[in-house]
């Protein structure tokens, strides 16, 4: 079986003008959307960029020191983390409170034992 392609119009629905080049009013057109999308992408590329910024700010936190003691009366360490621009006391690892009230309770309890020996 043979096929005659003779009849078949490579550029069926293409006119000459839809080939050619613009005309001058469109690539003036053209060329004004080109620099507006320009200026768009690039405050895009900006605002972007601040985002990511704030986001990795976000992420690390802010600075902070660690400071180590050890309770006297325990002799259990203590963490203090504390913010390194305000020196805010940020969090105490074990509370000095849960520290002083087992201290007064290992008190209490040797005068317990003292007593009943």
């Known amino acids: 079986m043979t096929m005659n392609i003779s009849s078949i119009n490579a550029t069926a629905g293409f006119t ?3 080939i050619s080049s613009r005309p001058s009013n469109e690539s ?3 060329s ?3 620099a507006d999308s320009e200026k768009k992408s690039g405050a895009i590329e900006q ?3 601040k985002d990511i910024n704030e ?4 992420m ?3 600075e902070t020191t660690v400071e180590r003691s050890v309770h006297e009366e ?3 360490i203590i963490y203090k983390i504390s913010d390194k621009a305000s020196g805010e006391l940020i969090r105490e690892i074990p509370e000095r409170k849960l520290l002083d009230m087992a201290a007064k309770l290992m008190e209490l309890n040797g005068l317990l034992i003292d007593k009943k020996v």
């Open 16 to 18: 000459q003008e839809t």
């Open 28 to 30: 003036a057109a053209s």
């Open 32 to 34: 004004k959307d080109a």
């Open 47 to 49: 605002r972007l960029s």
């Open 55 to 58: 986001m990795i700010q976000l």
């Open 60 to 62: 690390q936190g802010r």
């Open 74 to 76: 325990t002799n259990q």
